[in-house]
């Protein structure tokens, strides 16, 4: 399929910020991504390559970052929302060996009935960390559970609001504590700073918002 100049652009501009993002997200998210552009563009091979091979040198500052808020939570149950599937994958190996049982609950979540199994185990407490995505972040009723990560931020303050909301909820009876993750001189950076920039937008045009966000 042929593309115009300007298609061809936006195209190129997507897929750089999409290796952005997973290199945000972790080492693992990274890997994966370049690993899949291997395969798919023969004529950067030598230097995904070489990409790739001190991708899997890295120590993710933003893991060490949350395992260190962990530490400090101690045994409280939390949600932890990202937007990589590799990274959710890595952070429940992380969470089951050094801090709890953890389960990942994301769009593709085999069947309804294990969907709603991890929820009701996650409630019942035999569950201590949900890792989630945003395809599975809507219609969560998790009023029970007080803490929540925003390991990867979203570039829409709507979509952290729902993210939020699924806590932060009628019948909540603790303080919410949220933690947003962000790594400097990253595309986390700049996310952060189109998120204060929308909502600093919205509170001129519309008024305020929810003091949450």
Request: charged share 30%; glycine share 4%; aromatic share 8%.
């Amino acid at each position: 399929k042929q593309f115009s100049e300007a298609q061809s652009r936006a195209i190129l501009i997507f897929q750089a910020i999409s290796i952005q993002q997973s290199i945000s997200s972790s080492p693992k998210a990274a890997i994966r991504t370049l690993e899949k552009r291997y395969e798919t563009h023969p004529n950067e091979r030598e230097a995904l390559k070489e990409i790739i091979s001190l991708a899997k040198k890295i120590e993710s500052s933003k893991i060490k970052l949350l395992k260190q808020v962990l530490k400090e939570v101690k045994k409280e149950q939390a949600v932890i929302f990202c937007l990589r599937k590799a990274t959710a994958e890595e952070l429940k190996r992380i969470l089951d060996k050094e801090f709890g049982k953890s389960e990942v609950y994301s769009g593709d979540v085999s069947s309804p009935s294990k969907r709603k199994k991890i929820l009701e185990e996650f409630k019942e407490g035999k569950i201590q960390y949900l890792v989630a995505t945003d395809a599975a972040a809507e219609g969560l009723n998790l009023q029970h559970c007080n803490i929540l990560f925003n390991y990867d931020l979203h570039w829409n303050p709507m979509k952290i609001e729902q993210r939020i909301g699924r806590v932060h909820r009628f019948g909540q009876e603790k303080d919410v504590t949220i933690f947003n993750l962000c790594v400097k001189d990253t595309i986390d950076d700049y996310v952060l700073h189109v998120l204060f920039q929308k909502i600093d937008l919205f509170t001129m045009t519309i008024g305020g918002m929810e003091t949450i966000l």
